[in-house]
Structures are given as C-alpha cells and as structure tokens.
C-alpha cells in the first residue's frame, strides 16, 4: 500500500514533466486498478498543490509586482494552500480506511507525532527543493561558486530526503505490525473561513453597516 520508493520517484517524476509543460494542468483523476494506485494518484494530486504553491509565491518575489498583483498572489496562495491541506488529510484517511479493515493501528501502540500524510507533504517540498537546486547547480550563466555551492546544498537536501524516506517507510512497516500507531491530525484552517476570521467577517460587517 505505502512505499516511501514510489512516493519519491512520482514525485520527482512528475516535478519533471509539469516543468516541461508551458502550462500546469492538474494531474487527470482515472480510473484505480487497485488501492496502491488510489493512493499514489492522491500522492500526486497533493504533490500538484506544492507545485503550484511554489510557482505562486515566485510571483510575489518578481521585482516591482503592483500591490494588486501582490494581493491576487496571497489570495491564490491562500485558496491552494487550503486545497494541499485538505489533499494531505485525505492521505491519511485513506490509509486509515484500510487500515481499519485489519483492525489497525493498534490502541495501545506507542503514538507516532507525526502522520504518513505529513511526511508525503514534506516529501513534496523536498523534491521540490532538489529540483530547483540542481537547476541552479547546472546553470550555465552562473557567477563563479554558484554551481559549487548549490552541489553541497543538493547533496545536503538528497541525504534529508532519503533519513524522511526511511522514517515513512518504518512506521509504515510498525503499523502494520502493531508496534506503532498515528491520527489524523486535522489542519483547521481559519483564514479561509469567513465566519472564523476576523479581518473577513468586521470587514463584511462593515460594509453592510456602511
């Protein structure tokens, strides 16, 4: 069901061929052959929000973008932020659907802090990070100790990624045995709910008094 392997390489896979694109098109829902391809097709879809959440901000970080621009950037990094936690929530029901039906995880086993679905996000950004840094190692415009410097930092972000890759693959392997166990942690969001924020709901008042 999980293999920190086929998460690792979807993604840098995928990382690839989006940048290939002029456009970024969500990845298209199809039909699942099994639960291992339900869960890897959800993989790609969360991957697909930190894509679009990376190349959002870039706009914010443009030399000269207008305040308009700069506000239509917080809003869609806002409504796609919101999207990436909800896709890293559906990852960890899922798994625990399937769990469920093998009567895991265990009650009594020691609580993981951190859940299978997080660790796939942080994975995400992580495959991020490698491929634009060996983007920047491979520049051939750049200054003298560019492509020196962005080596260490890629190696420095390969050797992370492999320690996370390990740590999912063992407490999915823990699980499975019983010895271990994690939650849905839910992200209860409130910028994006205009009945829990206040800089949304005195403004929407405002404007009705006025």
């Given amino acids: 069901m999980l293999c920190a392997r086929d998460i690792v390489d979807l993604q ?11 456009d970024e098109p969500a990845p298209k829902t199809s039909a699942f052959a ?11 879809q969360q991957h697909h ?32 932020n919101q999207h990436r936690n ?11 659907h399937w769990l469920e039906e093998q ?10 802090s951190e859940s299978p679905g ?35 930092r890629l190696a420095i972000l390969e050797d992370q990624r492999a320690d996370l890759a390990g740590c999912l693959d063992a407490l999915w392997r823990e699980t499975l045995a019983g010895t271990r166990r994690f939650k849905l942690y ?4 409130m910028y994006n709910d205009p009945t829990l924020n206040p800089a949304v709901y005195r403004t929407l008042v405002k404007q009705q008094v006025g």
Wanted: glycine residues 0%; aromatic residues 4%.
């Fill in 12 to 22: 840098d896979r995928r990382t690839r061929d989006w940048h290939r694109l002029s």
């Fill in 34 to 44: 099994n639960r291992s391809d339900e869960w890897l097709e959800l993989v790609e």
């Fill in 49 to 80: 929000t930190n894509f679009e959440l990376w190349h959002i901000e870039d706009e914010a970080r443009v030399p000269c973008a207008s305040e308009a621009e700069l506000a239509d950037v917080k809003r869609r990094v806002d409504a796609t």
């Fill in 86 to 96: 909800d896709l890293t929530e559906q990852l960890d029901r899922l798994l625990l």
């Fill in 103 to 112: 009567a895991l995880p265990k009650p009594a086993a020691p609580l993981n």
């Fill in 118 to 152: 997080l660790i796939v996000d942080r994975l995400s950004i992580l495959a991020l990070k490698i491929y634009h840094t060996r983007e920047e190692a491979e520049r051939p415009d750049a200054p003298a100790g560019h492509a020196e410097r962005n080596r260490e």
């Fill in 186 to 189: 839910r992200q209860l969001k």
